[in-house]
């Protein structure tokens, strides 16, 4: 069968590997694609929301199954419009991707069917917001823009000075965009975050393996906000406990919402958890694969990966039994310096190679592309470097001893991915 991907991150690249391991799959395009991603799949440059385009290419390939991995066309509804061409489609339609692409629906789903998550209210006026934190708010507190900002637009906010800046921030400035035309404003929570990703079906729910990723930017979690700089997989504190309190009053719970609410939900979700002193919450959802998430769960994953996302389109997923290997996995995240902000591109990548020579290690590419045969830096963050081991600690070595094998000018990560492993 021939397999298109949307998408050109490190997601992505883990997407194309585990396609490319099953039998099923003859070829394997991608748009945009990345320089990793070539390895596997035909890259056409087509842009994740050039709608028109991807459909008019998947009708000329004739391709059989499109797999969305990124979260704008999803919310935007490219799988809607394959679907109407008569091309089968992994991903949730528009009306169900709202799950992400809205927090302001997303709190209100879980209020209304009792989905334990923090207390919160929705402001479309940002007087009424700055009313609302001089009378009733209780800092620290969060303030959320409603819709997608690249896993950014979350202010914690210490005290009222920083949280009406944070209101003009949001909702005056336009710092991002659209998505700050409404706002959440949440309570604080403590405890650990742990990821937790799922396959849908519109009724069964299968999850895969929990994860735990590292958002800011710098050592200790210092400094800005970034789309995760490494995650390891599984989490030491996603207990059964954890997991049997989840599937009784989250994950089954959050399915079956989105179908009594008319938008049956059928590919990834993701569930962003907090681990408080109370039990659980949901922090957010996803309505796909997390990155760097996907690039510590899917090489552990030991299913035909075709053979899952047809179950969930077709609605068969009670039938697969999902099976992970009994080990860990961490991925570093190789930036450019001065990433999140700004940072150059262009810089030349050598010692990808080796990730070829031994088994357990992989490379997922997000910005690079190829400049002539040169494979060069292309975004702020640019390789993921994964690898297994029998337990977390063997991981995690694994992966800083591979992060130098590559080597480009300006090259960053974090020295403390999985510290928590310690803790554990």
Known sequence: ??????????????????????????????TPGNAGIAEFAECEPIGAMEFDKIVAFAKE???????????????????????AAGIRT???????????????????????????????????????????????AR?????????????????????????????KTIMLDK????AGNEMVIEEFMTGREVSVLSFVD????????????HKRAGDGDTGLNTGGMGTFSPSPFYTEEVDDFCKKYVYQATVDAMKAEGRPFKGVIFFGLMLTADGPKVLEYNARFGDPEAQVVLPRMKNDIIDVVEACIDGTLDQIDLQFEDNAAVCVVLASDGYPVKYDKGLPI????????????????????????????????????????KDLKEARANAYAATEWVKFDNKYMRHDIGKAIDEA
């Open 350 to 389: 050598s010692g990808l190679e080796e990730f070829d020579r031994h088994e357990g290690y992989y490379c997922f590419h997000a910005g690079t592309k190829f400049n002539g045969d040169q494979i060069v830096t292309n975004g702020g963050r640019v390789l993921g470097v994964t690898a297994k081991g």
């Open 175 to 178: 710092k991002f965009g659209t």
């Open 90 to 136: 992994f991903g949730p339609k528009k009306n169900a991707a709202i799950l992400e692409g809205s927090k302001a629906f997303s709190k209100d789903l879980m209020k209304k069917y009792n989905i334990p998550t923090a207390a919160y209210e929705n402001f479309t006026d940002p007087d009424k917001a700055v009313e609302y934190l001089k009378t009733e």
């Open 202 to 213: 519109g009724n069964t729910i299968k999850t895969m393996t929990s994860a735990q990723d």
């Open 139 to 167: 800092f620290p507190i969060v303030l959320k823009a409603d819709g997608l900002a690249l896993g950014k637009g979350v202010l914690i906010c210490k005290n009222l000075e920083e949280a009406e800046e944070g209101v």
């Open 61 to 83: 390939k004739e391709i059989d199954l499109v797999i969305v991995g990124m979260d704008d066309p999803l919310v935007g509804g490219l799988v809607d419009e394959l679907e």
């Open 1 to 30: 069968m021939k397999v298109l991907i949307v998408g050109s991150g490190g997601r992505e690249h883990a997407i194309a590997y585990s396609v490319a391991k099953s039998d099923k799959v003859d070829k394997i395009y991608c």
